[in-house]
T-cell receptor, first 116, second 109 residues
Framework: GAGVSQSPRYKVAKRGQDVALRCDPI?????LFWYQQALGQGPEFLTYFQNEAQLDKSGLPSDRFFAERPEGSVSTLKIQRTQQEDSAVYLC??????????????FGPGTRLTVL | GQNIDQPTEMTATEGAIVQINCTYQ??????LFWYQQHAGEAPTFLSYNVLDGLEEKGRFSSFLSRSKGYSYLLLKELQMKDSASYLC??????????FGRGTSLIVHP
């Protein structure tokens, strides 16, 4: 596609439910990032993939959060046993090269997760 | 570590000029990004500064002083559609960008 896409755009979950958020990066983009953005805050880094390798997961807030990118393109962020504090917009971004953050990140529209 | 500070909110008049400041303390600083984010939408790239000085792109300019840990985004000839959040982000030794909280700019007629 022309840009980064994410699905679903909106997700409402009951506390304790598991959710899976999908990111389709721009075709051919090597690097993929997940961010969490709370209301009124800037995006907070969660994890980073280079192709299928998860090179940095230092931002994942707990072991309930898990991300994968098995074939080096589509990525899934899974949150188990959701809690109210997980309510946020989850943004995915991709970069063409492996040069890291000196290249422009292209963001998807985000998934707004609301945990009741 | 990473520490980025920018004002929470600013207001300006249509047609005016506004300067949004950002100060940072970033280990192994590489460069500084500015993004624009409209409510409910994804951030979109505006600029990336590596060297000291001013870079101009149409109505938007971005300035960096590495020695002072300071940047600003200058918006000229403000339009109503410029009402958005402006995010300052730095890239450091880890190459993972760290974002500030964003500055909400409100442009009024």
């Amino acid at each position: 596609g022309a840009g980064v896409s994410q699905s679903p755009r909106y997700k409402v979950a009951k506390r304790g439910q598991d959710v899976a958020l999908r990111c389709d990066p721009i075709s051919g983009h090597v690097s993929l990032f997940w961010y969490q953005q709370a209301l009124g805050q800037g995006p907070e880094f969660l994890t980073y993939f280079q192709n299928e390798a998860q090179l940095d997961k230092s931002g994942l807030p707990s072991d309930r959060f898990f991300a994968e990118r098995p074939e080096g393109s589509v990525s899934t962020l899974k949150i188990q046993r959701t809690q109210q504090e997980d309510s946020a917009v989850y943004l995915c971004a991709s970069i063409l090269s492996t040069r890291g953050m000196t290249d422009t990140q292209y963001f998807g529209p985000g998934t707004r997760l609301t945990v009741l | 570590g990473q520490n980025i500070d920018q004002p929470t909110e600013m207001t300006a008049t249509e047609g005016a000029i506004v300067q949004i400041n950002c100060t940072y303390q970033t280990s192994g600083f590489n460069g500084l990004f500015w993004y624009q984010q409209h409510a409910g939408e994804a951030p979109t790239f505006l600029s990336y500064n590596v060297l000291d000085g001013l870079e101009e792109k149409g109505r938007f300019s971005s300035f960096l002083s590495r020695s002072k840990g300071y940047s600003y985004l200058l918006l000229k000839e403000l339009q109503m559609k410029d009402s958005a959040s402006y995010l300052c982000a730095t890239s450091g030794g880890s190459y993972i960008p760290t974002f500030g909280r964003g500055t909400s700019l409100i442009v009024h007629p």
